[in-house]
């Protein structure tokens, strides 16, 4: 099967942009996220190619306009344009830092530069009114400029250069008369061969398949729809419908993992092996003349699934519908009624992972105090972790070059804080409070206490489950170490984790002290017991430590950017950055485009954020530091906003019902808020106990009941 052009054009590995240009703008980059916008005579036309949504006619000084980053040799540029002179263009088809390539009267195909001049003889092929492919390419020697003749031929030239595309990226006219039409614009990071540059030409004549036709309505009353890079496919509507056995969703291979991992037979703790779902289909339920088309749709998505995964939708009268994520899919096909256009024996089996998760939920946006944020989320449903992003948004024009973030859920305690200020806990004499720090001023060479982790009237800590302790300490000294002795109910026979070093003298850091485990009390009341002890190397010191933290181990992680690589700060200033379930990812530095474009960042340790069920308390930590060798300065209030968007999970993959709920209203932050909480009905759990709470108070509870 031939490639439309825009197939052809994705399918060409090293696509960093596109720009589709249909429309009035501004122009959405389909891979990289550089939007593009218009100035001077522009005027929205009809496509070039069968299957394109527009393309943009320019006329005396009308100019394309994208920033994108810097690119390096090797790169291409590749665009299909027509001209509506005589005498060919007379004009410059692109123009960046660097190269600009043009086609002068005739169709000459020319460069120009600071370094390169240079014009071959006119293209006697070139037409009026004729589709042409325009392709400049450099390898870091040379320039190379292609261009398609009337008769689908490819001629070009080239020069010696070696010069980098960007920041500013142009395509426009100059002194143009008649409206010329440019469209499909392509930026790759190699250099295309002219057997690329062929294939290119060769699918701008390819027409796109027809439609496929309107579905029937299901007789069934639920629906299922898979997502591929190939498009929407209904499972259950038109020709194609499922079996009157229905679908097998996987429930026993799912409850036989959960039942080993309750007894400690899975190889990996807490991961449950892929759902197998098994599907029986009716191919041609409608007729026999809309056949073939399904079974080549059906093929079509499975490979598609095979190779860049799917999506599976399922939903239905009165039902919200849920999503599942697909790895992996086969086809079996018969063939046995093929000849009848028609094959009732049909089965498609997906792998998926195991959760199927609802529609995105967004919570309100928070702003953090100076370098902290704690966020407490109720009401999350579901039987299963969520998946969860968190948007992270600079407010104070300074990169993050540190984050640190965690949920607490099971071991969620109101009364057992992530943050304490270090006023708050109990100095060890002679060491003292010292306006909002505990300061001991006589640091000496042997082990020191500081300060006791409880209040000065006694009353000790009662966290529950396991934790890695933080503190924001510095010193007056070169040399001088930080250490975390831990018990549980006393010190009677503490736990003494590792020292750290603070890294320099005179400023603030963040030393990780180690984890702690704090299981709960068999019999009594529980509560542990802790103390900061530090020491200096050599001679003596004054030690000063601001807060302590505590990031639990349900779910954490670490982001970071090691010295020298400040471009690519974890929250970029005045960017965004994003903790997702499927990885951490930071805003590129070309902060105006919309919709955002985003990036991995680079040192990342511990897990992938989930939302449990129920109650969560998250945890979020800034730096303009590295959260290690690296000074933590005080930040302004607030230094960023925070919003939550999660998506509920089920491993029961029965769909929840959600029924009226209570409407509560209640202030925050100088705002009234109206907020609905949803219980759960049809599913056979239990119903949903919820509690809200404002600056630790509870102001509203919903009794553990099951709603009539």
Request: with cysteine; aromatic share 6%; hydrophobic share 35%.
């Amino acid at each position: 099967m031939s490639h439309t052009y825009p197939q052809a054009v994705r399918s060409l590995s090293g696509l960093r942009h596109y720009w589709r240009l249909g429309g009035h703008g501004p122009w959405r980059d389909a891979v990289g996220g550089a939007t593009a916008t218009g100035s001077g005579s522009l005027t929205p036309v009809a496509g070039l190619v069968a299957d394109d949504d527009g393309a943009l006619g320019f006329a005396n000084d009308g100019q394309l306009l994208a920033t994108i980053p810097i690119l390096a040799p090797p790169w291409s540029v590749a665009c299909l344009y027509r001209d509506g002179r005589s005498d060919g263009l007379s004009s410059h088809i692109w123009v960046s830092t660097g190269p600009s390539v043009f086609i002068g009267p005739g169709g000459a195909l020319n460069f120009y530069s600071p370094q390169i001049s240079l014009a071959n003889a006119p293209n006697p092929s070139w037409r009026t009114g004729t589709t042409h492919l325009l392709v400049a390419t450099s390898d870091g020697t040379n320039h190379r400029f292609f261009a398609s003749r009337t008769d689908g031929s490819i001629t070009s030239n080239s020069a010696a250069a070696a010069q980098s595309l960007g920041p500013t990226f142009r395509i426009g006219y100059w002194n143009a008369t008649t409206v010329e039409v440019i469209d499909e614009v392509a930026i790759y990071d190699r250099a295309l061969t002219i057997q690329q540059v062929e294939a290119l030409r060769a699918a701008i004549d390819v027409e796109p398949p027809p439609p496929p036709p309107p579905p029937a309505p299901s007789r069934a009353g639920e629906r299922l729809t898979l997502t591929t890079a190939e498009g929407e496919l209904d499972l259950n509507a038109g020709p194609i419908r499922v079996g009157p056995d229905g679908p097998d969703w996987g429930e026993a291979a799912v409850e036989q993992a959960m039942a080993d991992a309750a007894r400690g037979q899975l190889p990996v703790d807490q991961r449950l092996p892929n759902r197998p779902i098994s599907i029986p289909l009716l191919l041609g339920a409608d007729g026999p003349e809309h056949f073939k088309l399904a079974r080549a749709h059906l093929q079509a998505a499975v490979a598609r699934i095979q190779t860049d995964g799917g999506v599976l939708w399922r939903g239905g009268p009165g039902l919200p519908g849920l999503y599942a994520d697909l790895v992996d899919a086969a086809l079996k096909l018969p063939e046995r009624w093929a000849h009848l256009e028609a094959e009732p024996d049909v089965i498609l089996t997906l792998a998926a992972l195991p959760d199927f998760y609802g529609e995105e939920t967004e919570r309100h946006t928070s702003a953090s105090t100076g370098t902290d944020l704690v966020l407490t989320e109720h009401g999350i449903l579901g039987d299963h972790p969520g998946r969860l992003r968190i948007e992270i948004t600079d407010t104070e024009g300074q990169p993050k070059n540190g984050l640190l973030w965690a949920i607490r859920s099971s071991s969620y305690d109101r009364d057992a804080k992530p943050i304490y200020r270090a006023q708050e806990l109990e100095p060890v004499a002679p060491a003292a409070v010292n306006g909002n720090v505990v300061r001991h001023a006589s640091i000496a060479q042997s082990w020191t206490a500081l300060l006791n982790w409880q209040t000065p009237q006694g009353k000790r800590p009662t966290h529950r489950g396991s934790y890695r302790v933080w503190a924001r300490a510095s010193a007056t000294g070169a040399g001088v170490r930080c250490r975390l002795a831990w018990g549980l109910g006393d010190l009677s026979a503490p736990t003494i984790n590792e020292p750290r070093l603070i890294p320099t003298a005179g400023s603030w850091f963040m030393l990780d002290l180690g984890e702690v485990r704090l299981d709960a009390a068999p019999i009594g009341h529980h509560h542990w017991l802790a103390q900061l002890q530090t020491r200096a190397d050599t001679g003596t010191a004054t030690v000063d430590v601001d807060k302590l933290y505590l990031q639990s181990l349900e779910g954490s992680g670490l982001l970071w950017v090691p010295p020298g690589r400040d471009p690519d700060a974890v929250l970029p200033a005045d960017g965004k950055a994003e903790l997702r379930t499927d990885g951490m990812f930071r805003q590129e530095q070309n902060l105006g485009a919309d919709p955002p474009a985003y990036q991995p960042v680079s040192h990342v340790i511990g897990d992938l954020p989930r939302l449990f069920p129920g109650t969560n308390e998250i945890l979020l930590r800034s730096s303009r530091g590295d959260l290690d060798t690296r000074p933590d300065p005080d930040l302004p209030d607030p230094a960023f906003t925070a919003r939550i968007y999660y998506r509920p999970s089920y491993l029961n993959p029965v769909p929840p019902l959600l029924v009226s709920a209570p409407v509560i209203t209640y202030p925050r932050h100088g705002q009234v808020i109206q907020e609905q909480i949803p219980l759960i009905q049809g599913t056979g759990q239990p119903g949903l106990a919820v509690e809200l709470t404002i600056d630790g108070k509870p102001v509203y509870s919903q009794p553990e009941e099951e709603p009539s």
